[in-house]
C-alpha cells in the first residue's frame, strides 16, 4: 500500500507476500488500517489467496486472516459497531478486532444466478449497503441487528462504489454505464455522467466527489440535486 503526505511525500508499505493484489483499506476504531488482498490461482497450481489484513501505521506491525472459500474481497468500511464489513464474493463479512469473521450471504443468491458484491458504505441508521453486479444489479441494504437483507433492483446497470449522506441517501457510480445516482427511500434517482465514474466520497448531504477514469482520472465534485 502507498502513503502520501499533505507535503506531497510518499512511502510504499509492504504486505503479505501471500497475496499479490491489495484492493480495498479502510481505518478502523484504534487507528489501525484494514486491508482486503487477494490473487489468482497461478498456472503452476498454486491456490489463490484471499485475505483481511491489519496494519498497525505506527509500529508496522502486519497480521492477515485467510478468508478463502467466500470469494474475492474487495471494499471494505469501519461500520458504526466497531466491526470492519466488506464486500467478498456474493457476500457480505464483517470481522472483529479479535479476528472473529462472519459472512452473511444475501437471500437472492443462487448456483443458477451470477452475483457479486462491489462498492459498501454504512448509513446513519447503522445500515450496511453494498453494490450488486451480475444477473440482478443494484443496491442492497443489511440490517446487521437482524440480518434482514433488501434489494433496490437498478435498470440494468451495477452499481461499483457506494457514498451514504446524512439526508439518508445512498449515493453510487456506475462505471460502464457512466452514471451516478441516489437511492432515497425506495426512488432511484441517476443522472449520465461524461466520463467512467468509479470512486465516490460523500463531504456533506450536497457535496459529493467522483474520480472519473475517462478524464486522466480527475476529481469531479457536486453538488448534485
Same mark, same amino acid.
Given at each position: 500500500? /502507498? %502513503?502520501?503526505?499533505?507535503? $506531497?511525500?510518499?512511502?510504499?508499505?509492504?504486505?503479505?507476500? #501471500?497475496?499479490?493484489?491489495? @484492493?480495498?483499506?479502510?481505518?478502523?476504531?484504534? /487507528?489501525? =488500517?484494514?486491508?482486503?488482498?487477494?490473487?489468482?490461482?497461478? /498456472?503452476?497450481?498454486?491456490?489463490?489467496?484471499?485475505?483481511?489484513? *491489519?496494519?498497525?501505521?505506527?509500529? $508496522?506491525?502486519?497480521?492477515?486472516?485467510?478468508?478463502?472459500?467466500? &470469494?474475492?474481497?474487495?471494499?471494505?468500511?469501519? /461500520?458504526?459497531?466497531?466491526?470492519? !464489513? +466488506?464486500?467478498? &464474493?456474493?457476500?457480505?463479512?464483517?470481522?472483529?478486532?479479535?479476528?472473529?469473521? %462472519?459472512?452473511?450471504?444475501?437471500?437472492?443468491?443462487?448456483? !443458477?444466478?451470477?452475483?457479486?458484491?462491489?462498492?459498501?458504505?454504512?448509513?446513519?441508521?447503522?445500515?450496511?449497503?453494498?453494490?450488486?453486479?451480475? *444477473?440482478?444489479?443494484?443496491?442492497?441494504?443489511?440490517?446487521? %441487528?437482524?440480518?434482514?437483507?433488501?434489494?433496490?433492483?437498478?435498470?440494468?446497470?451495477?452499481?461499483?462504489?457506494?457514498?451514504?449522506?446524512?439526508? &439518508? *441517501?445512498?449515493? +453510487?457510480?456506475? @462505471? $460502464?454505464?457512466?452514471?451516478?445516482?441516489? #437511492?432515497?427511500?425506495?426512488?432511484?434517482?441517476?443522472?449520465? @455522467?461524461?466520463?467512467?465514474? @468509479? $470512486?465516490? #466520497?460523500?463531504?456533506?448531504?450536497?457535496?459529493?466527489?467522483?474520480?472519473? +477514469?475517462?478524464?486522466?482520472? %480527475?476529481?469531479?465534485?457536486?453538488? =448534485?440535486?
Amino acid at each position: 500500500i /502507498g %502513503r502520501i503526505g499533505r507535503d $506531497g511525500s510518499h512511502e510504499s508499505i509492504p504486505l503479505s507476500s #501471500l497475496a499479490e493484489r491489495p @484492493f480495498g483499506i479502510a481505518a478502523g476504531t484504534s /487507528g489501525d =488500517l484494514w486491508i482486503t488482498e487477494w490473487s489468482n490461482p497461478s /498456472g503452476d497450481g498454486k491456490p489463490g489467496v484471499q485475505l483481511v489484513s *491489519r496494519l498497525d501505521p505506527t509500529t $508496522g506491525e502486519y497480521g492477515c486472516r485467510s478468508i478463502v472459500g467466500y &470469494g474475492t474481497p474487495r471494499n471494505i468500511i469501519s /461500520g458504526p459497531d466497531e466491526q470492519m !464489513w +466488506f464486500t467478498i &464474493g456474493a457476500s457480505l463479512g464483517a470481522i472483529t478486532g479479535d479476528g472473529i469473521l %462472519r459472512v452473511f450471504e444475501p437471500s437472492w443468491v443462487s448456483p !443458477w444466478k451470477g452475483f457479486e458484491s462491489n462498492g459498501i458504505s454504512a448509513a446513519p441508521d447503522g445500515t450496511i449497503w453494498i453494490g450488486v453486479g451480475g *444477473r440482478v444489479p443494484g443496491l442492497a441494504s443489511f440490517d446487521p %441487528r437482524t440480518e434482514a437483507w433488501q434489494l433496490h433492483r437498478t435498470k440494468g446497470y451495477s452499481p461499483q462504489c457506494l457514498a451514504a449522506t446524512p439526508d &439518508g *441517501r445512498i449515493w +453510487f457510480t456506475s @462505471f $460502464g454505464y457512466k452514471k451516478v445516482g441516489w #437511492l432515497q427511500g425506495d426512488q432511484i434517482t441517476e443522472v449520465d @455522467f461524461d466520463g467512467s465514474p @468509479f $470512486g465516490i #466520497l460523500a463531504i456533506s448531504a450536497s457535496e459529493i466527489w467522483v474520480t472519473d +477514469f475517462s478524464n486522466n482520472r %480527475r476529481n469531479w465534485s457536486g453538488p =448534485l440535486t
